[in-house]
């Protein structure tokens, strides 16, 4: 059941009741994926098995990978905003990532990205 719908407007975020209409529109999602993984081993920590579901994608609506994809897309646009930003404030650009240790503005980028995708899956 859709119970809101989240928009923006001038003021910021509104939160406008989901009609019938809207309803029927969600149920039209299709995800570009589908997590097809075979759900393996015991079935004493995820007991879904005997009910049919086989793979972890059984386990959620169409729906909820659409969101998955849309937060992804969204953190991926961030980084980059984020780089792009910490540049234009005089932070230093060498295309190193945290991986190398370092503390630039790809690297600050990827650290903020880092948060946000913690963030999105909370």
Known sequence: MLAVIVAEDVRGRVYLP???DDEAIAQKAEPE???EIAISGSTQYLGVQPYGMVQFSHLFT???PVVLTTLTDLVCESRER???DAIA???ADDG???Q???TAAAAYAEAVAVYLA???IV
Do not use: H, I, N
């Open 118 to 120: 913690f963030a999105s």
């Open 89 to 91: 404030a005089g932070m």
């Open 62 to 64: 169409s729906r909820q």
């Open 82 to 84: 984020v780089k792009r």
């Open 100 to 102: 190398e240790g370092c």
């Open 18 to 20: 989901a009609t019938p």
């Open 96 to 98: 190193k990532g945290l």
């Open 33 to 35: 994926w589908r997590p």
